[in-house]
């Protein structure tokens, strides 16, 4: 056996041997004499072991030729266009587009001429194929001009392809997903910038259904999909594919997807970590019954971007915590004695040494259908047994201790003095707690009365007594720290102090 052949068994190829021989032969006429056979075969394996691709991951613009394997998920319809030969002559071509998947990912595939005629006859969704080609940067993304495909019949690829997905059945380069599911919560439309100067649109919403919840990423001419929708309604996203963020998996939805409502039962229960044993620097969901509010806040960004953020506590059977809203989550419709679901927040330092959540642009906030609920994991509370364990009673009553009314946890609240974005890294500032606590008490109809320490001496004036926060409005000089008494009428959660002293 020669040298040539000896470097031709080590191959793992579907190039022919007599094709390998004379690539060397060639190479050895290219070099002018500068390589021996050998030399030769060794750059000839080299480029052809360059164009294996492992997975489908593995595939960048630019490469001369790669080869690989993966499922078909999906099959375009085949377009023809008008083709012009060297000779001038014109002529029809075709094209099919079909998307190849395996465990690492997706990729588009064209396939042109007999092989796009071809699939009509012979291929299906679910069909293994084994494809060369040359990859390029196409409008939608990657893909790869086939110049050969052949089915494997015997090789197996590990990728689910369902008509209908649940969210447990998401797996990474999954494409023509349909799913139903409900919405949990919305986002507005951002713009940017792409590489080639031109805008691009994106939005998002979340959806669940009773194997969990993803995340949608709607892109360009859907993006406005996002704003038609409320939480709790009912959609199928049509034609979807699944990608990676963040080491989570979302479904997105492009040219060819589309999202619709729907007149179908879903339900959602999330899986929720109770209050007490939520930990410093993680991410959970937690769930709760609202006993504190504090009205929205705006704040100036260090780029001179104006954020906005809202605090409220919830409590459940194991305890209660403060939720700081960012940015669009400060705008949920959120009151006293909701059930709300908060998911992906993190878990940071707040005032006073006390754990907060922060609700950022990867949570979600969602208000339980129903009334009010005592606290604790959710799927665990039920309003009429709540009731019953509460004496009849309902409203904030319903979330104490004691039966009595409701009230915050000792800490401060996170009054804003941020400088950063509001995508939950944002810092919060406080100030002392009042050493008198005690306080509200109604002189006359609308008329409160307030003791606190001043934790925000700018407009409104914000003072915290200990056990919540309550803004005013006053023309008083107050410094912060400061323990003032002020009484007024109170609006929204407002008290236009008439005297404070």
Request: glycine fraction near 12%; charged fraction near 35%; hydrophobic fraction near 35%.
């Amino acid at each position: 056996m020669g040298v040539i052949e000896d470097v031709y068994e080590d191959l793992d190829t579907d190039v022919a041997y007599e094709e390998f021989e004379a690539a060397v032969e060639d190479k050895v006429e290219q070099m002018g004499g500068l390589a021996d056979e050998e030399t030769a075969a060794m750059l000839i394996a080299h480029e052809l072991k360059d164009g294996e691709a492992d997975t489908i991951a593995d595939i960048e613009p630019g490469m001369d030729e790669v080869k690989f394997l993966g499922k078909v998920t999906s099959i375009g319809e085949i377009r023809t266009f008008d083709r012009e030969g060297d000779d001038g002559e014109e002529s029809e071509g075709r094209v099919c587009n079909v998307e190849i998947a395996d465990a690492s990912g997706s990729v588009r595939v064209a396939l042109w001429d007999e092989m796009a005629v071809a699939t009509e006859e012979e291929l299906e969704v679910g069909d293994v194929l084994r494809v060369a080609g040359r990859p390029k940067e196409g409008y939608n993304g990657l893909e790869v001009s086939a110049n050969k495909v052949e089915i494997d019949e015997d090789a197996e690829v590990d990728v689910q392809v369902l008509d209908t997905y649940q969210v447990e059945d998401l797996t990474l380069g999954a494409s023509d997903v349909d799913l139903v599911g409900k919405v949990l919560d919305t986002d507005s439309v951002r713009t940017f910038d792409r590489d080639d100067g031109s805008e691009g649109r994106v939005a998002n919403l979340t959806v669940g259904d009773e194997t969990g919840r993803v995340r949608i990423t709607l892109w360009d001419g859907k993006a406005d999909l996002a704003e038609e929708f409320e939480p709790g309604e009912v959609v199928e996203i049509v034609d979807g594919y699944v990608r990676e963020r963040d080491g989570d998996l979302e479904l997105h939805v492009g040219d060819r997807g589309s999202l619709e409502r729907v007149d179908e039962e879903v339900e959602y229960v999330p899986e929720t970590t109770d209050i007490a044993d939520v930990e410093l620097d993680r991410t959970v969901d937690i769930a709760g019954g609202v006993i504190e509010t504090d009205p929205k806040r705006t704040f100036d960004r260090d780029d001179g971007s104006e954020g906005q953020v809202r605090n409220v506590r919830i409590k459940d059977e194991t305890g209660e915590i403060r939720v700081a809203l960012w940015g669009d989550k400060a705008d949920a419709d959120i009151d006293l004695a909701d059930r709300v679901v908060f998911t992906d927040v993190e878990i940071q330092d707040g005032w006073q040494d006390d754990l907060e959540a922060s609700a950022n642009w990867r949570s979600t906030v969602s208000v339980l259908d129903g009334d009010a609920a005592t606290g604790g994991s959710a799927g665990s509370a039920d309003p009429a047994d709540s009731a019953d364990a509460a004496g009849d009673e309902t409203g904030l009553g319903a979330f104490s201790d004691d039966g009595g009314s409701a009230g915050g946890s000792d800490g401060g609240s996170s009054d804003a003095d941020v400088g950063s974005d509001d995508a939950g890294s944002a810092a919060v500032s406080g100030g002392a707690t009042g050493s008198g606590g005690a306080a509200a008490a109604t002189a006359e109809a609308g008329e409160v009365e307030f003791t606190g320490t001043v934790v925000q001496a700018g407009e409104p004036v914000v003072l915290d007594d200990g056990r919540k926060t309550k803004s005013v409005e006053t023309d008083a000089n107050l410094r912060l720290g400061e323990e003032v008494t002020v009484r007024g009428t109170e609006r929204d959660g407002t008290i236009d102090a008439d005297e404070v002293f």
